[in-house]
């Protein structure tokens, strides 16, 4: 069974940074691709960004240069780095993950297995 568990998250204050993490256990296929959500009160789950089987980064052109993602030396832990956090990015971080990406990174339908979720609040 996949399981998808995100952590790292809390409060911060505006400006400062914060890194999540996610890790997926019980994956078996060679081909992996893992991305970022997230979806504050009242508003639709946003992508962030996705790192497919190649390696290759996707970052949403709403958070480009605030942040980052990258992998583990495990392939299947992944991170979140934010910087610059504003109070418009508190929301609820979702790590999901799929088979493959490509140029779908951005649908949030083509993930098949998603965590609970970790809490980011970013005060004034």
């Known amino acids: 069974e996949v399981q998808v568990a995100e952590s790292g998250g809390g409060s911060v204050q505006a400006g400062g940074s914060l890194r999540v993490s996610c890790a997926v256990s019980g994956w078996t296929s060679s081909w992996f691709c893992m991305g970022w959500f997230r979806q504050g009160a009242g508003k639709e789950r946003e992508v962030l960004a996705a790192i497919d089987d190649d390696g290759t980064p996707r970052i949403a052109d709403s958070v480009k240069g605030r942040f980052s993602i990258s992998r583990g030396n495990a392939k299947n832990t992944l991170y979140l780095q934010m910087s610059n956090l504003q109070p418009d990015d508190t929301a609820m971080y979702y790590c999901?993950?799929?088979?493959?990406?490509?140029?779908?990174?951005?649908?949030?339908?083509?993930?098949?297995?998603w965590g609970q979720g970790t809490q980011v609040t970013v005060s004034a």
């Open positions: 999901a993950a799929t088979w493959a990406c490509g140029p779908s990174w951005a649908a949030s339908s083509i993930y098949t297995y």
